[in-house]
């Protein structure tokens, strides 16, 4: 059973950067998709990011394309989200996932499995 641990939020003023961090722990995850979700309140939970099979390729939503990047580190066992100019419209949880159902496209959360507990973005203007 792999357990993902979210860290790296935290409260930024618009226009700058965080990066988060997603760990894995019970079992390495160097080949398996992972994706970026977040969740501001009273709003469903959205897809940011995405990481392909092998961390070959890259799958961003439109609202994050260009200022966001997701990336993995396979000695360290974690997946890291870039966040550069950031907006108040970010503020949310972000949750990373590891993607096992391949018959669902990477922003289909139903795809995704073993969620982490998530991490807390403010951004302020």
């Known amino acids: 059973q792999v357990q993902l641990v979210e860290s790296g939020g935290g409260m930024v003023q618009a226009g700058g950067s965080l990066r988060l961090s997603c760990a894995a722990s019970?079992?390495?995850?160097?080949?398996?998709?992972m994706g970026w979700f977040r969740q501001a309140p009273g709003k469903e939970r959205e897809f940011v990011a995405g990481?392909?099979?092998?961390?070959?390729?890259?799958f961003y939503a439109d609202s994050v394309k260009g200022r966001f990047t997701i990336a993995g580190d396979n000695a360290k066992n974690t997946v890291y989200l870039q966040m550069n100019t950031l907006r108040p419209e970010d503020t949310a949880v972000y949750y990373c996932?590891?993607?096992?159902?391949?018959?669902?496209?990477?922003?289909?959360?139903?795809?995704?499995?073993?969620w982490g507990q998530g991490t807390q973005v403010t951004v302020s203007s």
């Open positions: 019970g079992r390495t995850f160097t080949t398996y998709p």
């Open positions: 990481l392909g099979f092998n961390h070959a390729s890259t």
């Open positions: 996932a590891i993607k096992v159902r391949t018959y669902l496209y990477y922003d289909d959360s139903g795809a995704y499995d073993s």
